[in-house]
């Protein structure tokens, strides 16, 4: 059960709508899930993170109606952030150092998922995983690793 003073999913919506770009707002992105502890009885593979949702849209799609790498590029990047509140318990200065994509098949007509996790977080980096996975068969679209550099402030 969140604390009255601890960062929660609400607080990780408010940072979605207020941070970014407008041109990342426009891909709609919702937060299903914001994993900020461990469940009750612990999990030894637990990781901080978020489970984000980009819906579908012929606007990110290329020629054949499949959505696009740099579109989801660009929702690995914001999961990873949200992950990145998740594991700092709340809104930290951040950007983006480096990001390796590996896509595995297209995702088409059906929404994505992007499950972000924190695998180390450090004082001034943070380095990070997210599966993308087609909301249709749950079956994975790409593979993301990043690392990101904590600012002050």
């Known amino acids: 059960m969140q604390q009255a003073n601890e960062f929660g999913i609400d607080d990780a919506k408010r940072v979605l709508g207020d941070?970014?770009?407008?041109?990342?707002?426009?891909?709609?992105l919702s937060i299903e899930q914001f994993d900020i502890a461990p469940p009750a009885g612990g999990d030894a593979d637990w990781q901080p993170g978020a489970i984000l949702r980009m819906p579908f849209s012929e606007r990110l799609c290329r020629q054949g109606g499949i959505v696009c790498g740099q579109?989801?590029?660009?929702?690995?990047?914001t999961a990873m952030v949200l992950a990145n509140l998740?594991?700092?318990?709340?809104?930290?200065?951040?950007?983006?150092?480096d990001q390796t994509t590996h896509f595995m098949r297209a995702a088409t007509a059906s929404d994505v998922?992007?499950?972000?996790r924190v695998v180390r977080l450090g004082r001034t980096m943070s380095f990070g995983r997210?599966?993308?996975?087609?909301?249709?068969?749950?079956?994975?679209?790409a593979m993301v690793s990043s690392a990101f550099a904590m600012l002050p402030g």
Do not use: C, E, H, I
């Not at 941070?19 to 709609?28: G, S, T």
């Not at 998740?86 to 150092?97: E, F, I, L, Q």
């Open 130 to 141: 997210v599966t993308l996975l087609s909301a249709t068969d749950n079956k994975p679209v």
């Open 71 to 77: 579109a989801l590029m660009a929702f690995a990047d």
């Open 113 to 116: 998922l992007a499950d972000a």
């Open 86 to 97: 998740a594991a700092n318990k709340g809104y930290r200065p951040m950007t983006t150092v």
């Open 19 to 28: 941070v970014f770009a407008p041109w990342v707002q426009d891909l709609n």
